[in-house]
T-cell receptor, first 115, second 117 residues
Framework: AQSVSQHNHHVILSEAASLELGCNYSYGGTVNLFWYVQYPGQHLQLLLK??????LVKGIKGFEAEFIKSKFSFNLRKPSVQWSDTAEYFCAVNLMDTGRRALTFGSGTRLQVQP | GAGVSQTPSNKVTEKGKYVELRCDPISGHTALYWYRQSLGQGPEFLIYFQGTGAADDSGLPNDRFFAVRPEGSVSTLKIQRTERGDSAVYLC???????????????FGPGTRLTVL
């Protein structure tokens, strides 16, 4: 079965530190890739997405992600985190070749930014 | 409304009871999805509607779970004979019309937290 792995379950950083959250998926075909964020007490919001084209994708709030097809990875990065980035981050994949609409999510990474 | 709405926000029930969870998608969105999120996990797909029909129900865990979308807008997820293991946050998402690039983006609601005692 297809799966999405997020290696870091809980990350603690100080403000201004750089962030990289890992995401790997197990599927050899065409994919759409997403990062969603869930701030405390709020619902899932789309942070950024990759459908095709430039593998370096820029999203909201200074986040970016790079799709590396050969590594089946879509890591999330931010050069300098802020306290307001404290949230849970989910990577998700849509398997385009299958025709299925379902998103497969990773288990999430809880990011805690200390002031 | 501007976003996906779900009611109730919280539901507490007893083992063996029947529950209904409601989702109101973004206006004009033809696709609607249900997911379930257990504590410490990412959302897991349950069912997908395109219009009124269930196009993919492969994620429903068993026949106690059923969902409808009779008029192609509001959807209801129905759980019969609830079990303690059904306790989770039930999420609804919607996306726009097939053929549009935005069809591939799913917009999520706030969820319904179901607790089965």
């Amino acid at each position: 079965a297809q799966s999405v792995s997020q290696h870091n379950h809980h990350v603690i950083l100080s403000e201004a530190a750089s962030l990289e959250l890992g995401c790997n998926y197990s599927y050899g075909g065409t994919v759409n890739l997403f990062w969603y964020v869930q701030y405390p007490g709020q619902h899932l919001q789309l942070l950024l997405k990759y459908f095709s084209g430039d593998p370096l994708v820029k999203g909201i709030k200074g986040f970016e992600a790079e799709f590396i097809k050969s590594k089946f990875s879509f890591n999330l990065r931010k050069p300098s985190v802020q306290w307001s980035d404290t949230a849970e981050y989910f990577c998700a994949v849509n398997l385009m070749d299958t025709g299925r609409r379902a998103l497969t999510f990773g288990s999430g990474t809880r990011l805690q930014v200390q002031p | 409304g501007a976003g996906v709405s779900q009611t109730p926000s919280n539901k507490v029930t007893e083992k063996g009871k029947y529950v209904e969870l409601r989702c109101d998608p973004i206006s004009g969105h033809t696709a609607l999805y249900w997911y379930r999120q257990s504590l410490g996990q990412g959302p897991e797909f349950l069912i997908y509607f395109q219009g009124t029909g269930a196009a993919d129900d492969s994620g429903l865990p068993n026949d106690r779970f059923f969902a409808v979308r009779p008029e192609g807008s509001v959807s209801t997820l129905k759980i019969q004979r609830t079990e303690r293991g059904d306790s989770a946050v039930y999420l609804c998402a919607s996306s726009s019309t097939p053929g549009r690039v935005s069809y591939n983006e799913q917009f999520f609601g706030p969820g319904t937290r179901l607790t089965v005692l």
